[in-house]
């Protein structure tokens, strides 16, 4: 099972970025066919053209597609912002038990290990 959900989402992260594969996989199988019938310079085979024009502008296409899906997913971010008008208020009996109790301060009461213990290692 995991390596099913492991092989779907690799799939999809690939497939979010073919765009421009899923092109060049159209040129390559429809490339005759582009030629004589899309091609801008059909009329003027000494350019040596073979579909190049076609293709550059669908790969542009894809492109111009892909940054509007992007800027499409930027745009739908909202911020949530709390009104000016709430106040907030803290229940003080609830902030006491929250507080922890500390002991107060002695001065007389030493650490147990003392400076000792802070030398270099023996060899």
Known sequence: MKKAILYLLLFLLLFQNSGRLLVLAWFKLYQPQIVRTLCENRNRPELNCN???????KLAEADRQQQAA????????SIFMAPLHVQYAFDPAATALSTPELPP???DIRPVSGPAI??????
């Open 105 to 107: 301060y002695r001065a």
């Open 51 to 57: 579909g190049q024009c076609v293709l550059a502008k």
């Open 118 to 123: 802070f030398h270099p290692p023996c060899a």
């Open 70 to 77: 992007n800027w499409d997913r930027l745009t739908e971010v």
